[in-house]
């Protein structure tokens, strides 16, 4: 180890991924992150967030032509009045669960509070009305496949819904801390440019 000054930087210490860092002893990391202030910086996301919404976007193609193809191929049998109602509900349904999923990938990821907000409330408030209604009402005739994908989408919807509660949750919580501690340096900074 070579010292500098206070700090003593590894020098046998070479990182080809953020995973390497994880990996190493947890002297050595300390030792690393003494030595490289600011450098490092613990990040929120939510892992059983990011792992509903990885596999529900592989879902969602298949989801989006069972849910297309079998809504054509029951038109026909379906009264005037739901001919009518479906087809925007089918649309809007299809159209709000891509920017639900971009949402809920960018704010999980980037750990914004605005666009996981949105992904939730559009989980909550659009899609889990919408997926309960396609469900289970009976006179639009769910097909067996049409079935099978609306409760599995269901099950993604819920485990996103509570995932993003706790993520939005936590990611309040730590931005207050964060804003507490800055508020906290800030005031003995101030005292400690009155007293030189």
Not at 148 to 176: P, T, W
Request: with cysteine; charged share 15%.
């Amino acid at each position: 180890m070579e010292t500098k000054g206070k700090r003593s930087i590894p020098t046998n210490l070479t990182f080809h991924s953020q995973a390497d860092f994880y990996v190493m002893a947890s002297e050595q990391r300390a030792s690393v992150m003494r030595a490289f202030p600011g450098s490092f910086r613990e990040t929120l996301t939510s892992l059983p967030l990011q792992m509903a919404l990885h596999f529900n976007v592989y879902f969602a193609p298949f989801w989006a032509i069972s849910h297309i193809a079998c809504y054509m191929m029951k038109y026909k049998h379906l009264s005037l009045t739901y001919q009518v109602v479906l087809t925007p509900v089918h649309f809007l349904y299809t159209v709000i669960e891509v920017v639900r999923l971009y949402l809920g990938y960018y704010g999980n990821l980037s750990e914004k509070i605005s666009a996981l907000s949105g992904f939730w409330i559009s989980s909550l408030i659009l899609q889990m009305p919408i997926a309960i209604f396609l469900l289970s009402n009976e006179e639009i005739v769910p097909l067996p496949l049409e079935r099978f994908a609306y409760i599995v989408h269901l099950i993604f919807l819920l485990i996103q819904i509570f995932a993003g509660f706790f993520m939005i949750k936590n990611l309040a919580d730590s931005q207050v801390a964060k804003f507490r501690q800055k508020a906290m340096d800030d005031e003995k900074e101030e005292e400690a440019n009155k007293t030189s």
